[in-house]
């Protein structure tokens, strides 16, 4: 099983990237997708996750209204589309989900059962 994100880069406050997560190995319409950020010096969060046909959908407050979760089955990866970019949302990124991961919030307790990671993508906003 193989997750990998991309799509990071630099950007200019207010600017939008769109990060990917690929997946192989296993089918993602069989699976809640979760979005984590680390940023320099904090501890790994979760950001937003995605119940298995997108009937959930959830966010942190900080990104809500500027980050949209969304996936494509057949192309068996799913995206975070990121507008308005900060300087707080300077972080690496990373997808995770494992098999008994269902996506029914977003507080800290509701991102239990990664099995799997991707490697992260670097997102910086920066002047």
């Known amino acids: 099983v193989q997750l990998q994100a991309s799509g990071g880069g630099l950007v200019q406050p207010g600017g939008s990237l769109r990060l990917s997560c690929a997946a192989s190995?296993?089918?993602?319409?069989?699976?809640?997708i979760a979005w984590f950020r680390q940023a320099p010096g904090k501890e790994r969060e979760g950001i937003s996750c995605?119940?298995?046909?997108?009937?959930?959908?959830y966010y942190i407050d900080s990104v809500k209204g500027r980050f949209t979760n969304s996936r494509d089955n057949f192309k068996n990866t799913v995206y975070l589309q990121m507008n308005n970019l900060k300087p707080e949302d300077t972080a690496v990124y990373y997808c995770?989900?494992?098999?008994?991961?269902?996506?029914?919030?977003?507080?800290?307790?509701?991102?239990?059962?990664?099995?799997?990671w991707g490697k992260g993508t670097q997102v910086t906003v920066s002047s």
């Open positions: 995605s119940s298995r046909f997108d009937e959930r959908i």
């Open positions: 190995g296993i089918m993602l319409d069989h699976y809640a």
């Open positions: 995770a989900t494992g098999p008994k991961f269902g996506c029914y919030g977003v507080d800290a307790r509701d991102f239990i059962g990664m099995d799997h």
